[in-house]
């Protein structure tokens, strides 16, 4: 068993009775935003109502897995993305799922981007099925070693050319999680995330907190929009670790590469979206991760598919449930933000489903914790809509339930996240061509995309 936090030990064995009410979440199947109008300076002049039609579920399922002599409940969601303007056609590059074995639970989350994205987290989703059901003596005996195989598996298989898949510019992030012998051992690609939510919090987590910058801001007024509910009880465990390209790690190996690492700036010099990796000359691919399934163009560059695991040995007296998300949930809300939600409203939830709700509104009472967790996250994003103008990102989640019964929720107000700053203007020292502005490339989500398309060279 991992080491213990003594205080939230002492905290724990004190339960006050739950609330008896609180605000019940509804989802109706219309969103409404206000888009800020800009002016040239970037001066809000005016807003623009637009309403549009919400998206339905590509998947939602409930489940109650036999692990050993415990009950878990497992649920699944995923809410394509799309343009609020529809303008364009979004294409649903989300993948997740989770399986279980009897003696094991494995749950994959795949977030696929660029023109093909779709197909390749298709692709992925089929190998780990495939491996995880016919090669349990592998897992067994070593199991971060099995992840890391499957991981570099898809990669490798994706690139041939009986794929059918062209992975130039198109490529997918990755968690992995397999639960067994009370251990759970993950593996992560990229920047999607699994976070553990306990009652009792290792001294030596598995992986560090996601470093929050100029997200801080946006978490924090998406925290007092949605009256989020705190539950000092509960404490988030990052379970995988963000691989970004400013990262002092990743960035010493994409410079070493012939890579560099920089952010797009819009037309009056201010740098916009997230860092991006950057052939030397030129202003392609504009990677806003690290590591990748695919993205053949990103591996000269320093991009690889080798995932980073981790290993969280397991309480089943104070571990309460797993998240496995895409950037579609993580981009909206806080490691601690995401599981008092969850710990809220998941026994409110429907158990136990397997096809989409068709009511007017989605709620508690009509659907399971996965589903309403994504639907929460896509009402956030209405915030960002407003702010930036971009499409709404593929949000989707699994839920592993270890503890039926809930714990205790104080209301006040949402904690902050611990993590501070990010890194300078431009990544790193070196001598860098200027940093490519939104005319030089192509990208409908300058602050948003995950890969972008080259249109002017700077040295012809």
């Not at 070493?256 to 979206?273: E, P």
């Not at 030089?440 to 602050?447: A, C, F, G, S, T």
């Amino acid at each position: 068993m991992g080491s213990c936090n003594s205080m939230s030990k002492i905290k724990n064995s004190i339960r006050p009775k739950p609330m008896q009410s609180f605000d019940k979440r509804e989802f109706p199947r219309v969103g409404t935003v206000k888009i800020k109008k800009r002016n040239h300076i970037g001066k809000v002049t005016g807003t623009h109502d637009l309403t549009f039609e919400l998206t339905e579920p590509k998947l939602v399922i409930s489940k109650l897995l036999n692990l050993g002599n415990q009950q878990v409940w497992a649920s699944a969601c995923i809410l394509p993305g799309l343009d609020p303007h529809k303008e364009q056609e979004k294409k649903c590059q989300d993948c997740c799922l989770f399986l279980c074995d009897g003696d094991s639970i494995f749950l994959a989350e795949f977030d696929g981007h660029g023109t093909y994205g779709e197909k390749v987290v298709e692709f992925c989703g089929n190998i780990v099925q495939r491996e995880y059901s016919t090669s349990k003596f592998i897992y067994q005996s070593n199991p971060s070693s099995f992840l890391t195989n499957i991981t570099l598996k898809c990669d490798e298989d994706i690139r041939k050319p009986s794929s059918g898949i062209d992975v130039s510019q198109s490529g997918s992030t990755e968690v992995l999680c397999l639960i067994y012998n009370n251990t759970v051992f993950s593996a992560s690609v990229g920047d999607s995330r699994a976070v553990l939510s306990t009652t009792c919090p290792p001294l030596h987590p598995p992986a560090p907190q996601a470093v929050l910058g100029k997200e801080r801001q946006l978490l924090e007024e998406a925290n007092k929009r949605r009256n989020s509910v705190a539950n000092p009880l509960i404490h988030p465990v990052q379970l995988t670790k963000d691989q970004k390209p400013e990262d002092p790690d990743e960035l010493a190996r994409i410079y070493q590469a012939g890579g560099r690492v920089q952010r797009l700036t819009d037309q009056n010099g201010n740098k916009i979206g997230p860092y991006r990796v950057w052939e030397m000359n030129s202003n392609s691919p504009g990677l806003a991760m690290s590591r990748s399934i695919g993205d053949s163009v990103g591996t000269r560059l320093g991009v690889v598919a080798n995932p980073i695991t981790t290993v969280h040995h397991m309480s089943l007296d104070d571990d309460c449930f797993i998240i496995a998300a895409s950037d579609g949930v993580w981009d909206v809300f806080e490691n601690k933000d995401a599981i008092n939600f969850v710990e809220y409203y998941r026994n409110k939830c429907k158990r136990g489903m397997s096809e989409r709700p068709v009511d007017d509104k989605i709620s508690s009472d009509n659907t399971c914790i996965a589903q309403l967790l994504c639907e929460e996250a896509r009402m956030r994003w209405y915030a960002i809509v407003e702010e930036e103008d971009v499409i709404i990102d593929d949000i989707s989640c699994v839920i592993i339930e270890f503890r039926s019964d809930s714990v205790a929720v104080a209301r006040e107000s949402g904690d902050l996240p611990d993590a501070n700053g990010n890194q300078g203007e431009d990544a790193g020292t070196h001598q860098l061509k200027r940093a490519p502005t939104t005319h030089d490339v192509q990208v409908r989500d300058p602050r948003r995309g995950s890969v972008v398309v080259d249109r002017v060279d700077m040295n012809n």
